[in-house]
């Protein structure tokens, strides 16, 4: 039974790589949102990187998409970056305090911010992504509820933060605390086949990049635009949602949000896209 299941996806996932031949990679356009903004889209590797050039998910998708993200008016996740500021202002908690409290402005305070997470947390012991830092200020210093995975103000809030790094390369710092095994147990888990269809990140992401599997234009899978808006969901998608998309795609269990699994994996491919700006809220299909 199982070995039925593997062989008729290692043909679906062959038929619809086929079937790309004539599809063509990446668009070779560049990414300037408002007319103001130049993001850095393409990019050289850092060192010891398998791919020779990193690539957006923007090049990947179509023109309508790609229009959509370029100028902010049209961009449907701006609304949820509103509602980030909002919330950003909004008194909650225990100790009558709101982000604004401390933080002030947050186009001043939180500008580049986003762009280096996850960051090594010596309290904790493991790294922390933007999502985990407002949990983090909320029960610490607000003496306000974390939010649950993906409730509450959780996903436009950490969208209304890395907007405030806009254009920003992505980089991380793996020499802090114990970064650099997390790294290697994202590295590992990145190339460790799972599921039914006994594929790994890799199989998707690095081997068939730039390739159709059924309708979708499959991208290097890079985070930099993330929370994202997808067009299919009509609503923001935070990260570690999208990581689980894609393992339960495999059809394998997916572990939990947050859990050491999917933070070193956040780890490892943030990673990947060293140098590519941060387009949150990206748009894609
Ligand atoms: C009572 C003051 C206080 C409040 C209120 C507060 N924070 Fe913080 N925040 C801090 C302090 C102090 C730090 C630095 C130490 C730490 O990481 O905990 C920090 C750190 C951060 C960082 C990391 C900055 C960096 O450079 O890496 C982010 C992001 C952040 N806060 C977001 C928020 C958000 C979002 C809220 C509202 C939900 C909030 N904070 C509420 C005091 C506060
Ligand atoms: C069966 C193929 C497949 C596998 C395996 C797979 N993905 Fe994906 N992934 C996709 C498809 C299809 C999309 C949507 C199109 C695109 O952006 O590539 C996607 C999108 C993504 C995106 C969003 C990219 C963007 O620009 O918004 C990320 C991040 C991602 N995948 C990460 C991963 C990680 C990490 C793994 C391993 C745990 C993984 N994927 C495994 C098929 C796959």
Known sequence: MKKILVTTAAIALAGACSATAFAGGPVDEQLVIDGEIEMTTRTAPPEGHPLDELISGWHYRTKETRELEADTFENPAMLYVEQGEEIWNTVEGTEGKSCASCHGDASESMAGVGAHYPKWDAEAGRPINIELQINKCREERMGAEPYAFDKGGQKPLTAYIKHQSLGEPMSIDLAEGDMQSWWE??????????????????????????????????????????????????????????????????RAEYPAAFSDELMALEVYVTWRGTGLSVETPAVRQ
């Not at 006994?198 to 990049?209: F, G, I």
């Open 185 to 250: 147990r994202g590295k590992e888990m990145y190339y460790t086949r799972t599921g039914q269809l006994n594929l790994s990140c890799a199989n998707c992401h690095e081997d068939h990049n730039g390739e159709y599997i059924r309708a979708d234009h499959l991208s290097q899978g890079q985070v930099n635009g993330f929370p994202t808006y997808r067009l299919k969901q009509a609503s923001l998608v935070s990260l570690h949602n999208r990581f689980r998309g894609c393992i339960r795609d495999t």
